[in-house]
């Protein structure tokens, strides 16, 4: 049996889900690179995480940087290469499909599906995809969300990118079995972090679709961050899911399980069109 590596690679670690995971990995023994994409941010989460994060300065849209990292995670691992990749780097961008331009759409498959992609794809070899790997093969967890399975309205852009992440994450799973790195998609509910505090709305004010949207968003961001999962509660699940000896395919770190996720899947899609319907 060969060693496990401690080295854990995760993306957009300086905020919500992906700095959250690198806390719970930290104080679990492992040390954590954390992509950030401003040099202030690098510096803030190494303070507060300590000698066990290492940030990468790096956009996942950006392939040379991209590869430079590679160099430098290759470099730092002294040969044992890569634990774990946490794709966990992603975008929100909401808005009515007819009032949304496709390059807006499109930036949001770039950083979630492309960005992605081209992380997974760079630093295959340190998780295992070599010969003579020195190291047990890695694992690999795809941030999704329940949106990758339930597609509410203005969210076309954000559910597409993570209906699309999750079926390149099953076709991966199969692919890599080859090497014996393992694929799990995580899929998250509603998590207090700062996401539903970035972005705006405003710019559809006026339009034919601005008082549904007020009245949308004005019931779900307020329940979201009331009712929202705490992140330390998320980070302990992932952690969980990253060392679990056999883990399943995906999971869904959802709070009330049941009623928000469970029975939602049940539903005939006609119920969840009305559903939705009474709230825009």
Known sequence: MKPKSKFVLITGASTGI????????????????????????????????????????????DAAAVDRAVAEVHDRCSGRGLGGLINNSGISVLGPVELLSVEQIAHNFEVNVFGLLRVTKAFLPLLGAQEDHPSAPGRILNISSVAGKLAGPYMASYAGAKHALEGISHAMRLEFMRYGITVIIVGPGVIQTPIWDKGSLERFDGTAYSDSLARFFGKVLPRAKKVGMPLGECSRQIGDIFETPKPQIRYAIVRNKFFSWTLPLLLPQRALDNYFKKMM
């Open 18 to 61: 992906g700095y959250g995971a690198a806390k719970e990995l930290i104080r679990r023994g492992y040390t954590v690179f954390g992509s950030v994409r401003k040099k202030e941010d690098a510096d803030r989460v190494q303070s507060e995480l300590g000698a066990g994060f290492l940030p990468l300065l790096f956009d996942v849209t």
